[in-house]
């Protein structure tokens, strides 16, 4: 295992560029074998596929009419239009919900409403709004239609063993009812990923105490639960551990035993540092995969591997963890959760206008907050919100963020910039 | 009530644009009372405040430093480079997690750790990286400081009695954190809005059922309940409900007396359209507030309001229905849960290519269904999906849609388009 390496501005440290981390991380990821389970259809909302899915039959399984009209045989209307109409004798209607009685003979039309079944013999449906009726028998035609015009053909929706949604593939609200329709009942779906949380210092107290002088509240802990819930993981809390390594490393173990990702957060310090990668390497090949990343903030991540978990020992400041949970962890449980690789690399953005200069290192990606104000008749301004990593406020009161490259040394004011959404 | 009618291509019909039929519905929701509820932290997420929240106190309570090094007094920094260092005496150590032991004097220092507390005397901290350790006593310091440098001061994350978060403010997994960081241990929040569904039409079946010949399953009922649980809202069935009008008249009333929110959906068929306007017409004042929009697919929707629940009268299409939740029902149901305006009207979107021309009617809101593709060094290209709206396959083969709005008459290839994802 070898990380390429590139020298900070003091030459002390190595750090790995992010997207060469994420790849490094993702590789090893995509090796592991992913669990599977039966899964209720209602019950399978945001979950993902682990199978390819076939149609069992054709949707819709009959032709039906797909506006409110005269269901007619095409060639009856050729030629039709307002200054030389066409008369068709209406000889019948299709009930709702019912297989249609008799047949649409040459000349003639059945009235049929949105939803109803072709009858036999007709092959288009001519809408209300082109039509004139003379009496309850008669009908006037001003426009011609095509074949197959205003109506739904048998398995045009989805035909017969065709693929329906493929593996990989997370199940959306428009999914769920696409299965609905084919009658599916239930599908097989890889298992949620279980998730290990730790939070490690002996100035750490849990959130619900109060901290006496020199101790602060765990807010890491509850953070990271909520974003790993909102991605659909189950989390195990392991609480506060000790700096102790004995303790720490124990804990540590049983956790990677009992999950698929173990998250640990705590001090940013260097000897909270070194205790975090002598805890991964000594868990087991293939230990260590990175530790360090050229991002700001959220540096000093350390990410590990052992026995198929993923171990993230992240920054202890709460923005860096964040920051580290967005860019490593969330690809990770995406794996985990089984996802497939998406066609298109490209993530949602709010073009805003920067209102100062932000500076920038080169060879590192920062990623800097912002606000987001409407203007009239302009793009909403991009408000850097400033302060320390340490500071959760600061992530309160960002409405999201931009990200300035590595190889700019900053951005200038009017510049537009393309904000990622905290939402 | 009065709705400002456009008239369709024929002059048929009047329709409602949407941007005015979203006003009319959202300021008639905003007059009404919002429960609320107490929700402990951990389940506060994605609730909604109702209430403002100030900090019950400083964070962090005392100065803590931000980086590995040196607490000093920045004075005696003045001056220092790597020509000209200046030394500083190493008189003590800070530990983790205590109220530190002694003062730093003139011209000495104490050894901390990201995390420490600032000792009495010291007013800054000097990184490890610009000081080279003499021996255990003596420390060269290559770099000036200024008094505050990396270390963040008491209530400089938040000081007490400052706004928190306010009212209508959704809760994120960052602002779980502050919360937690500030020791609030329970929140008051908006109840989750409860939302009836049901379906109509003679034609339709439960989805667990086989559909006999002129039937079709309840794809929309599957749908919209996976669309409200994701907006956080709590769902009940009513069932499939018949086309008789006084059984419909009934089920619809009980389903506005128990929920905020009722949507039904059903027949496109005009016979199917006049039932719903005539049920909600009964159920009282201000009744029907728009009926059809400037909006394909979705055109025929009918927005009714009684005794402040919301009724929405959906097209039985399944995409129809799905883009008219996305355009009345989502911000509906945003506005019952409290969720203060946003103050960028922005959503975000990716950059794509489109593929090949696109017509439109002038005059309507069209929504382009479309796949993202990747592409190397350019943007991803958008293809059209291209399939009736009453085609749920369509919505599971889409990434995403785009808008051509109202004065457009179409877009043509190669022309940018703003893919909002269907995720």
């Known amino acids: 295992m070898t990380t390429k390496t590139i020298k900070d501005m003091l030459g002390r440290s190595s750090l790995t560029p992010v997207h060469e981390a994420t790849s490094l991380l993702l590789d090893q990821l995509k090796k592991i074998r992913r669990e599977i389970t039966t899964c209720s259809l209602p019950d399978a909302l945001d979950r993902v596929l682990a199978i390819d899915i076939l149609s069992p039959e054709d949707l819709p399984a009959y032709p039906r009419s797909t506006m409110d009209g005269f269901a007619v045989r095409a060639a009856d209307t050729f030629g039709a239009s ?62 011609s239609v095509g074949v197959g015009t205003s109506l739904i053909n048998t398995g045009e929706d989805i035909e017969k063993n065709a693929p ?94 009992e999950n698929n990702v173990v998250l640990f957060s705590g001090g940013s310090s260097v000897g909270m540092r070194d205790l975090g990668e002598r805890v991964i390497e000594k868990l087991g090949s293939p230990g ?37 949970f967005e860019f490593f962890v969330n690809p990770a449980l995406r794996s985990f959760r089984g996802l497939a690789a998406i066609t298109h690399e490209a993530k949602p953005t709010i073009s805003a206008t920067l209102d100062r200069n932000i500076n920038s290192a080169a060879g590192r990606l920062d990623l800097v907050r912002v606000q987001l104000q409407a203007r009239d008749n ?39 910039v393309k904000v990622h959404l905290l939402q």
Chains 1, 2 share one sequence.
């Open 164 to 257: 329906a949604l493929p593996k990989g593939h997370l199940l959306r609200p428009q999914d769920l009812g696409l299965l609905a329709g084919l009658g599916i009942a239930e599908v097989e779906v890889f298992a949620r990923p279980k998730v290990g949380i730790l939070s490690t210092g002996d100035e750490i107290v849990p959130w619900l105490e109060s901290p006496p002088p020199g101790k602060i509240r765990d807010i890491n802990g509850v953070t990271l639960t909520a974003l790993c819930k909102r991605l659909g993981a189950e989390v195990t809390d392991y609480g506060i551990v000790s700096d102790n390594e004995d303790i720490f490393f124990a804990t540590v173990k049983r956790a990677t035993e």
């Open 82 to 143: 307002s200054s030389m109409p066409c008369y068709l004798e209406i000889d019948g209607e299709v009930a709702m919900g019912q297989m249609p009685q008799g047949e649409v003979t040459q000349g003639k039309c059945f009235r049929i409403a949105t939803g109803g079944l072709l009858p036999k013999g007709s092959d288009a449906v001519m809408m209300f709004e082109h039509t004139i009726p003379i009496d309850g028998k008669m009908l006037e035609i001003v426009k």
């Open 378 to 416: 302009a793009q909403p301004l991009a408000i850097p919100v400033l302060g320390k990593s340490g500071s959760i406020s600061t992530l309160s009161r960002a409405h999201g963020y931009f990200l300035i490259p590595e190889d700019a040394q900053g951005v200038h004011e009017n510049t537009t």
């Open 288 to 324: 260590i995969l990175v530790h360090g990343v050229a991002l700001k903030p959220g540096k000093p991540i350390i990410i590990g591997l052992t026995n198929n978990t993923a171990i993230f020992g992240l920054p202890g400041h709460p923005v860096s963890a964040m920051v580290c």
